[in-house]
T-cell receptor, first 112, second 116 residues
């Protein structure tokens, strides 16, 4: 079993739809959870950052972490064509270990 | 804040030559930087961890003599691909960690290397 599992998609939705992206993980030591957006041939851009369990909202984006289920989600409301990108979940255990463990990424296309 | 600049964005070189890629933290000091490699439609593969003033720590399977990393200052790390060959063609991305939120990595825009 991989440490982080993420459905690679592709996921195609109409403009305005609510998008749900998810990752599961197996390492219970993970405490810091991040979502990155990566456009084609660009570096990943940090979207959301959550420590431990709970929800975090930033504009159209909501990140949820359920440590009991080892499950994290990113919701995108009122999706736009400009949201079309690959979304990567990433996580680490904190402390002096700064390395991130990434999911494979989900390719999202929002159709106008 | 937390801007990471990577240069060049695209480089084409002949087989056997060396290529240097720069990674700079523009508005913060980065004691730790990371270098990744990414193949098309795949996730990021960590190559090495770079700490200012010390030798880089390479991941298993990464050739230290092929991929030279120097982190000479708190704002600059460089990756030199030595004697590049076509199989080294890839997308290379750096990231940096700030002193405040040390578990968050901020990424550069990436460098596309094409070796002919």
């Amino acid at each position: 079993q991989k440490e982080v599992e993420q459905d690679p998609g592709p996921l195609s939705v109409p403009e305005g739809a609510i998008v749900s992206l998810n990752c599961t993980y197996s390492n219970s030591a993970f405490q810091y959870f991040m979502w990155y957006r990566q456009y084609s041939r660009k570096g990943p851009e940090l979207l959301m950052y959550t420590y431990s369990s709970g929800n975090k909202e930033d504009g159209r984006f909501t990140a949820q972490v359920d440590k009991s289920s080892k499950y994290i989600s990113l919701f995108i409301r009122d999706s736009q064509p400009s949201d079309s990108a690959t979304y990567l979940c990433a996580m680490n255990s904190g402390g002096s270990n700064y390395k991130l463990t990434f999911g494979k990424g989900t390719l999202l296309t929002v159709n106008p | 804040g937390a801007v990471v600049s990577q240069h060049p964005s695209w480089v084409i070189c002949k087989s056997g030559t060396s290529v240097k890629i720069e990674c700079r933290s523009l508005d913060f000091q980065a004691t730790t930087m990371f270098w990744y490699r990414q193949f098309p439609k795949q996730s990021l593969m960590l190559m090495a961890t770079s700490n200012e003033g010390s030798k880089a720590t390479y991941e298993q399977g990464v050739e230290k003599d092929k991929f030279l990393i120097n982190h000479a200052s708190l704002t600059l790390s460089t990756l030199t691909v030595t004697s590049a060959h076509p199989e080294d063609s890839s997308f290379y991305i750096c990231s940096a960690v700030t002193g405040v939120a040390k578990n968050i990595q901020y990424f550069g825009a990436g460098t596309r290397l094409s070796v002919l």
